[in-house]
């Protein structure tokens, strides 16, 4: 996952489509385990919003995980609505972003992580937790297979099974590897605390072992030669933080061996950092360059052993095998074994991530929602239902539309279909008569009248403005407050629905506005105390006044005052004693 968290959580609203008829029994079951998300999905059939009223039993909502996604819902959701339960590896939050700096000692693991019990306790929330791991779900039983990671129940195996109503996906995603041979056995990643803690152990073994008398100049070389596969926000972020707590740490502990250590930065692409802006991504090359950092671009690795990393450039097809020490692989993300047994089950094969509509439900599964890195919002496209939205337009059935008419179901049309309003926008259009402009060579806007093959000449376009959310925790967040407040508002919005009219079957309209996600910006640290920004609106920053904006967003950010007391004392012990480079 890309480490950009710029956002005020903003909100949106719950899943259409949470129920139907004859389900007064389900269970709303959420899961969500390393940072990812299930949410619901809205279907185009008539739908039935759940009723937790206080004289019936309340709907089972069972949470499977505490990453962005899952933390985001728990702390959004009115837990006295729903019969909450939360079944997670790990009983804590961990911030995600923040860790490579836990990896060479900036902040402490302890600083980054909120013990979910806590968070519930803090806010009142009724909500049963459950210290385990879910390895299977069942769609038609409606239940969730989950093996417990602390003792074991009567069997001796620490199985147990939930039923639902509802599931809530929420499992986050895994390293992947592209099966590259040897990556699994000889590099070291930054998923979890875990990993950031194996190498913070790792970076000190390899200045102790360069240290010892017996050991020649060249293996000292490649003892301390730290390669970072992944040219994208966390392997960026990682090389920077290496190369401060050599400069400014490791330096004067190991003055003998200070000359000998070197940093590489292996990425496939011709640039670092391509989900930025050119001027930051030129700005860190540069910055890189002078730092003493080498920056391999055009490389992709095809195969890792205990002591060299063979890669081959992608221009002439040469190989090159450079000896290395310790191997930080940040290159992609992967499916998790559950998640790709339970596409399976449900015929979303072959792909990547579970596919959701609009409003988070999983497709081709009753009741059950994906959020964050577990899944990707399909959005719909507007040729896809081009003659119903011109029919409905067509109020007087004459076979033609006239601005007046267009200008009738622009706003549903726009909330349905954002990317028309995102083409308008990249096309510098200021209205909707711009658009139909093109199709029908007409400057007199109030005259403009077009039939059904114009409309679709005019709008043929729209659609290459549908893109994916990016697999960041600022998307799983604001996912998961969307899906929270979609069921905080149940009862209210089935009397009163506030979403867009139903374009692709059936009338009416939605219970809830689709899920929109809202970019607020991203951050890429660059050591030396200085950063880089992107922002919307074209706003690009990079230097030390940006490093400050990063400090103060990411204390900001923060899930509770304790954890936000704890990283700002970190920040302040480094500047004042610098960075522990003890082996713990």
């Given at each position: 996952?890309?480490?950009?968290?710029?956002?005020?959580?903003?909100?949106?609203?719950?899943?259409?489509?949470?129920?139907?008829?004859?389900?007064?029994?389900?269970?709303?079951?959420?899961?969500?385990?390393?940072?990812?998300?299930?949410?619901?999905?809205?279907?185009?059939?008539?739908?039935?919003?759940?009723?937790?009223?206080?004289?019936?039993?309340?709907?089972?909502?069972?949470?499977?995980?505490?990453?962005?996604?899952?933390?985001?819902?728990?702390?959004?959701?009115?837990?006295?609505?729903?019969?909450?339960?939360?079944?997670?590896?790990?009983?804590?939050?961990?911030?995600?972003?923040?860790?490579?700096?836990?990896?060479?000692?900036?902040?402490?693991?302890?600083?980054?992580?909120?013990?979910?019990?806590?968070?519930f306790?803090?806010?009142?929330?009724?909500?049963?937790?459950?210290?385990?791991?879910?390895?299977k779900?069942?769609?038609?039983?409606k239940?969730?297979?989950?093996?417990?990671?602390?003792?074991?129940?009567?069997?001796?195996?620490?199985?147990?099974?939930?039923?639902?109503?509802?599931?809530?996906?929420?499992?986050?995603?895994?390293?992947?590897?592209?099966?590259?041979?040897?990556?699994?056995?000889?590099?070291?990643?930054?998923?979890?605390?875990?990993?950031?803690?194996?190498?913070?152990k790792?970076?000190?073994?390899?200045?102790?072992?360069?240290?010892?008398?017996?050991?020649?100049?060249?293996?000292?070389?490649?003892?301390?030669?730290?390669?970072?596969?992944?040219?994208?926000?966390?392997?960026?972020?990682?090389?920077?933080?290496?190369?401060?707590?050599?400069?400014?740490?490791?330096?004067k502990?190991?003055?003998?061996?200070?000359?000998?250590?070197?940093?590489?930065?292996?990425?496939?692409?011709?640039?670092?950092?391509?989900?930025?802006?050119?001027?930051?991504?030129?700005?860190?090359?540069?910055?890189?360059?002078?730092?003493?950092?080498?920056?391999?671009?055009?490389?992709?690795?095809?195969?890792?052993?205990?002591?060299?990393?063979?890669?081959?450039?992608?221009?002439?097809?040469?190989?090159?095998?450079?000896?290395?020490?310790?191997?930080?692989?940040?290159?992609?993300?992967?499916?998790?074994?559950v998640?790709?047994?339970?596409?399976?089950?449900?015929?979303?094969?072959?792909?990547?991530?579970?596919?959701?509509?609009?409003?988070?439900?999983?497709?081709?599964?009753?009741?059950?929602?994906?959020?964050?890195?577990?899944?990707?919002?399909?959005?719909?496209?507007?040729?896809?239902d081009?003659?119903?939205?011109?029919?409905?337009?067509?109020?007087?059935?004459?076979?033609?539309?006239?601005?007046?008419?267009?200008?009738?179901?622009?706003?549903?049309?726009?909330?349905?279909?954002?990317?028309?309003?995102?083409?308008?926008?990249?096309?510098?259009?200021?209205?909707?008569?711009?658009?139909?402009?093109?199709?029908?060579?007409?400057?007199?806007?109030?005259?403009?009248?077009?039939?059904?093959?114009?409309?679709?000449?005019?709008?043929?376009?729209?659609?290459s403005?549908?893109?994916?959310?990016?697999?960041?925790?600022?998307?799983?967040?604001?996912?998961?407050?969307?899906?929270?407040?979609?069921?905080?508002?149940?009862?209210?919005?089935?009397?009163?629905?506030?979403?867009?009219?139903?374009?692709?079957?059936?009338?009416?309209?939605?219970?809830?506005?689709?899920?929109?996600?809202?970019?607020?910006?991203?951050?890429?640290?660059?050591?030396?105390?200085?950063a880089?920004?992107?922002?919307?609106?074209?706003?690009?920053?990079m230097?030390?006044?940006?490093?400050?904006?990063?400090?103060s967003?990411?204390a900001?950010?923060?899930?509770?005052?304790?954890t936000?007391?704890?990283?700002?004392?970190?920040?302040?012990?480094?500047?004042?004693?610098?960075?522990?480079?003890?082996?713990?």
């Open positions: 996952m890309g480490f950009s968290f710029f956002t005020s959580r903003a909100g949106a609203r719950l899943l259409d489509g949470i129920a139907r008829p004859g389900f007064s029994t389900a269970a709303l079951l959420l899961t969500a385990a390393s940072g990812g998300g299930l949410v619901a999905y809205a279907d185009s059939a008539a739908e039935s919003a759940p009723d937790p009223s206080q004289d019936a039993p309340r709907k089972k909502v069972v949470v499977l995980g505490t990453g962005w996604a899952g933390t985001s819902f728990l702390k959004n959701l009115d837990c006295s609505r729903y019969e909450v339960k939360v079944i997670s590896p790990r009983n804590y939050f961990a911030f995600t972003p923040l860790l490579p700096s836990v990896t060479c000692g900036t902040v402490e693991p302890r600083s980054i992580i909120e013990p979910v019990r806590r968070m306790e803090k806010k009142n929330k009724d909500v049963t937790f459950c210290e385990a791991e879910c390895f779900i069942d769609a038609n039983r239940t969730v297979h989950c093996r417990s990671a602390v003792g074991t129940n009567l069997d001796g195996n620490g199985d147990f099974m939930l039923d639902y109503d509802y599931l809530v996906v929420a499992l986050g995603a895994t390293v992947s590897t592209f099966n590259t041979p040897g990556v699994l056995e000889h590099c070291c990643f930054l998923k979890e605390v875990e990993d950031a803690q194996k190498i913070r790792g970076v000190i073994d390899c200045f102790e072992k360069a240290s010892l008398p017996n050991i020649s100049e060249e293996e000292k070389r490649k003892i301390l030669h730290f390669v970072v596969i992944g040219g994208g926000p966390t392997g960026v972020e990682f090389a920077a933080e290496m190369h401060d707590f050599l400069v400014e740490d490791l330096v502990l190991y003055p003998a061996i200070q000359d000998l250590v070197k940093i590489t930065i292996i990425q496939s692409a011709e640039h670092i950092l391509t989900m930025f802006d050119e001027r930051i991504a030129s700005f860190a090359e540069q910055k890189f360059k002078r730092d003493g950092i080498e920056v391999c671009t055009g490389f992709r690795v095809i195969k890792v052993s205990d002591d060299l990393i063979t890669m081959k450039r992608k221009s002439d097809g040469e190989e090159l095998s450079v000896p290395y020490g310790m191997a930080v692989w940040s290159a992609g993300i992967g499916t998790r074994p998640v790709m047994d339970f596409m399976q089950q449900i015929g979303q094969t072959n792909r990547r991530a579970l596919a959701t509509n609009e409003w988070l439900r999983v497709r081709e599964c009753e009741g059950v929602y994906a959020i964050g890195d577990c899944a990707t919002v399909s959005q719909r496209k507007i040729m896809d081009i003659s119903t939205v011109f029919k409905m337009a067509d109020k007087d059935n004459s076979g033609t539309l006239t601005l007046k008419e267009i200008n009738g179901v622009l706003d549903d049309i726009c909330i349905r279909y954002p990317q028309v309003e995102l083409y308008m926008k990249s096309m510098h259009m200021l209205d909707i008569a711009d658009l139909i402009k093109g199709a029908v060579g007409d400057s007199h806007k109030e005259s403009m009248v077009v039939d059904i093959e114009e409309f679709k000449k005019a709008l043929r376009h729209v659609d403005q549908v893109k994916n959310a990016p697999a960041t925790a600022q998307v799983a967040a604001q996912q998961g407050q969307y899906l929270a407040q979609c069921f905080n508002k149940m009862e209210k919005c089935r009397e009163e629905p506030e979403g867009p009219l139903r374009m692709a079957g059936g009338s009416g309209r939605h219970f809830f506005r689709p899920f929109r996600y809202k970019h607020f910006g991203q951050f890429a640290p660059l050591g030396g105390e200085q880089a920004a992107e922002l919307p609106g074209d706003w690009v920053s230097g030390h006044s940006t490093q400050w904006l990063w400090y967003v990411y900001s950010k923060q899930v509770s005052w304790r936000r007391v704890l990283v700002v004392s970190d920040w302040t012990r480094r500047f004042i004693f610098g960075r522990d480079s003890s082996r713990i």
